[in-house]
Structure formats: C-alpha cells, structure tokens
C-alpha cells in the first residue's frame, strides 16, 4: 500500500487566496483526520471524519476552514481566504476504527503550507 | 489547557547512551499512550504503545513505562542511535467519550555520534 497520500507537499499562496489541500487515505480506513502541526501548538487535530462523516470538527480554527469527505478515498481541507497564520505544516491520517476505539493513526508526509 | 505535556522541546545524547523522554498527562481517563517518531519532511509514525493495564512494554531497543498514579510515561532508547533522532510525540485516548489520541507537541531528540 502506498500510505496516505497528501498533496500538495508545498504550497505558498498569498494572504487572501484559496488554498485546497487534499487526501487519500490508505485503502480500508474508515477514519480520516486532519492535524495542523506549529512550533506553538505541537499537533492539533482539526477534524475528524468516520465513514465519510464529519464526527468532531471542534478544532477547526474559525470558518475560513472548511472539510470535506466525498467519498471513502478522498478528503479535501480548505482555506478561504488564507491569512499569514495559518502558515503551518497540515498532515493527514487515517486509521481503521472498530466500536468507536481509534487504531494506530498512519499519517501522510505533511503539505507545507506558506500564506505570504 | 494542554491534556498531555511533554516539557522538554530539546535532548541532545551520546551514541550509545540511554534516550529518555518524559510525557505526563492531566486526564485521568486516559488509558492508553502511544509514542510516535517523526522525521523532517515526513509524516509522524507510530512506534510502541502501552495499555493503562501495564507499566512496561517493550519493543527492541524501545521502553515505554507509564506510572498511573504520577500521570508519567517516559519512553527509554537503549543503545541511541545517530538514525533516532527525531521529533518524538507523545499521545493519549480515553475508553470513553472521545476516543481520538491528544498528542504532545514533541520532543526533538538528537543522537551525537
């Protein structure tokens, strides 16, 4: 299996612009989660999809940000419009969920994100 | 309020040596910790995890011990190696409520020859 697969690696936008982040998790998950990774705040999970299905998105900054899982293999997190701060690394992961306990989370490489 | 503290952000070991890195939680309903080992430009990996149910789990050169009672885990390298050094978190998940991990925001372990 390839593991999860995120994309962009990188991304340098500026203030203001739309910025769409993107991933697949590993075939079979049916958990999908979104983290967002600074020098301040360590790893902060954002949302969390099970089965499609956004379960906890408490930690979804403000309403710039915006999720969505269409399907079982996709995942997009959104940015509109982008501000200076939210310059951070964004990972993905999944991890296959039974009774409501999470297994090991797999992570993806990270897109590096820059807001000029 | 940070749930799960990992106080060092930096440590710096011999080859050879023993790598100690420290984790303590304020959650009581936590029981189950995990570590995971990131390296740059990479995602996190998970690397041994232990069960509230045990004080030690042991997987290789890689010791977790978790003291219920002072809310502390630490996680042993012995022998370090140049190849550990990374960014180490430390993560938590209650039995019920929110099952999902919290993490630390890591330690940065580097290994001199």
């Known amino acids: 299996d390839a593991g999860v697969i995120q994309s962009p690696r990188h991304e340098v936008t500026e203030m203001g612009q739309e910025v769409t982040l993107r991933c697949k998790p590993i075939s079979g998950h049916n958990s999908l989660f979104w983290y967002r990774q600074t ?7 954002l949302i969390y999809f ?21 399907n079982a293999s996709f995942s997009t997190l959104k940015i509109q ?20 306990s999470v297994d090991t989370q797999y992570f993806g490489p990270g897109t590096r994100l820059t807001v000029l | 309020d940070q749930q799960v503290k990992q106080n060092s952000p930096s440590l710096s070991v011999q080859e050879g040596r023993i790598s100690i890195l420290n984790c303590d939680y304020t959650n009581s309903m936590f029981d189950y910790f995990l570590w995971y080992k990131k390296y740059p430009a990479e995602g996190p990996t998970f690397l041994i995890s232990i069960s509230s149910i045990k004080d030690k789990n042991e997987d290789g050169r890689f010791t977790v011990f978790l003291n219920k009672s002072a809310k502390h885990l630490s996680l042993h390298i012995v022998p370090s190696q140049p190849g550990d050094s990374a960014v180490y978190f430390c993560a938590a998940r209650g039995r019920r409520g929110s099952y999902i991990p919290t993490f630390g925001r890591g330690t940065s372990l580097i290994v001199h020859p």
Request: charged content about 25%; hydrophobic content about 30%; overall charge negative.
């Open chain 1, 81 to 100: 419009p982008s501000e200076p701060r939210d310059s951070a690394v964004y990972f993905c992961a999944s991890s296959l969920t039974t009774s409501g």
């Open chain 1, 39 to 45: 020098m301040m705040r360590g790893l902060e999970l």
């Open chain 1, 50 to 70: 099970n089965n499609n299905v956004p379960i906890d998105d408490s930690g979804m900054p403000e309403d710039r940000f915006s999720a969505k899982m269409p």
